[in-house]
């Protein structure tokens, strides 16, 4: 048996159509969805991340500001910014590029975000309405590996999921948004004893490290489904997940590919958030 392909360009493409389709409603009413990134340093990934995301925005009829800033910005500078950006009503989301240049502190730079813009969800005040079930901006990677559930038909009421990777971007969030779907949730992660004794119990797996060949064929219970955010280089160079795509395919029930699973899917979270963040303002 050869897994089915969780397919995240097709699922983003529908999702866009929502987004875009939303977008037209607010303008009707006089609001344009608006998202600010903002990129410190020169970078050369994350200028192609925020490149990505400025371009995804204008497909979808949103709004966007690109700012960009010299590496020797200072905190202070930076802080400034946000809090202009804050107090801009055209301006509903607030993404600051990571990683940050080593002499601003990332997470002060975060907790100026207004909430209500946060739509990283990175705030400690998204942290915690994600744990309380409150509402709140929920980050964008978890958030589209629920979808990609969600577009399968998938019931986690009762599974045993198990998240490999325990980043506050990804791992963490994604083992509180599993529980909120009621599935028993194992974190694993570097210091985990016999990861694969974990695997073969689940019937959901996260793979989050960023590390290739995390999960391989021997690790999967038949029938499993597997989601893979992992991005990393074979030694080919060829972009890869943390999963052996072409072994557990052989096992699993679903498997999101690397490239074309969860990747499209974060930038398309982020379009959804921007745009929830808008209709909240404009209630
Ligand atoms: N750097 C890598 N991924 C992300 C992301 O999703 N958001 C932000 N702000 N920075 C990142």
Same mark, same amino acid.
């Given at each position: 048996?050869?897994?089915?392909?969780?397919?995240?360009?097709?699922?983003?493409?529908?999702?866009?159509?929502?987004?875009?389709?939303?977008?037209?409603?607010?303008? /009707?009413?006089?609001?344009?969805?608006?998202?600010?990134? =903002?990129?410190? @340093?020169?970078?050369?990934?994350?200028?192609?991340? =925020?490149?990505?995301? =400025?371009?995804?925005?204008?497909?979808?009829?949103?709004?966007? !500001?690109?700012?960009?800033?010299?590496?020797?910005?200072?905190?202070?500078?930076?802080?400034?910014?946000?809090?202009?950006?804050?107090?801009?009503?055209?301006?509903?989301?607030?993404? $600051?590029?990571?990683?940050?240049?080593?002499?601003?502190?990332?997470?002060?730079?975060?907790?100026?975000?207004?909430?209500?813009?946060? !739509?990283?969800?990175?705030?400690?005040?998204?942290?915690?309405?994600?744990?309380?079930?409150?509402?709140?901006?929920?980050?964008?990677?978890?958030?589209?590996?629920? %979808?990609?559930?969600?577009?399968? @038909?998938?019931?986690?009421?009762?599974?045993?999921?198990?998240?490999?990777?325990? *980043?506050?971007?990804?791992?963490?969030?994604?083992?509180?948004? +599993? +529980?909120?779907?009621?599935?028993?949730?194992?974190?694993?992660?570097?210091?985990?004893?016999?990861?694969?004794?974990?695997?073969?119990?689940?019937? $959901?797996?996260?793979?989050? =490290?960023?590390?290739?060949? !995390?999960?391989?064929?021997?690790?999967? %219970?038949?029938?499993?489904?597997? +989601?893979?955010?992992?991005?990393?280089?074979?030694?080919?160079?060829?972009?890869?997940?943390?999963?052996?795509?072409?072994?557990?395919?052989?096992?699993? *029930?679903?498997?999101?590919?690397?490239?074309?699973?969860?990747?499209?899917?974060?930038?398309?979270?982020? +379009?959804?958030?921007?745009?929830?963040? /808008?209709?909240?303002?404009?209630?």
């Amino acid at each position: 048996m050869t897994a089915h392909l969780i397919d995240g360009n097709a699922l983003s493409k529908q999702l866009r159509t929502e987004v875009a389709a939303r977008a037209q409603a607010l303008k /009707a009413q006089g609001v344009t969805p608006g998202l600010a990134v =903002v990129l410190v @340093g020169d970078n050369p990934a994350s200028q192609v991340y =925020v490149r990505n995301k =400025v371009k995804a925005c204008e497909d979808s009829g949103l709004h966007s !500001v690109l700012e960009k800033y010299e590496a020797t910005l200072t905190e202070a500078d930076l802080l400034a910014r946000v809090e202009a950006l804050n107090k801009d009503p055209s301006i509903h989301g607030i993404l $600051v590029q990571l990683p940050l240049p080593p002499h601003i502190d990332a997470q002060k730079v975060i907790e100026a975000i207004s909430p209500a813009k946060d !739509v990283d969800g990175f705030h400690i005040a998204s942290a915690g309405a994600l744990m309380t079930g409150m509402p709140g901006f929920w980050p964008c990677t978890p958030y589209g590996c629920m %979808k990609m559930l969600e577009s399968i @038909g998938y019931d986690l009421r009762g599974k045993h999921a198990v998240v490999i990777g325990r *980043s506050n971007i990804v791992g963490k969030p994604m083992a509180l948004m +599993l +529980l909120q779907k009621d599935a028993t949730v194992t974190v694993a992660h570097s210091r985990t004893q016999n990861l694969k004794a974990l695997t073969l119990q689940a019937d $959901v797996i996260v793979a989050a =490290v960023g590390k290739r060949n !995390v999960l391989t064929a021997d690790m999967v %219970k038949p029938g499993a489904v597997v +989601l893979d955010v992992g991005m990393n280089r074979n030694d080919e160079g060829k972009l890869c997940g943390d999963v052996d795509f072409e072994g557990v395919k052989q096992v699993a *029930s679903h498997i999101t590919p690397v490239p074309g699973g969860v990747g499209p899917m974060t930038i398309t979270m982020l +379009l959804v958030n921007t745009l929830e963040a /808008a209709e909240r303002a404009s209630k």
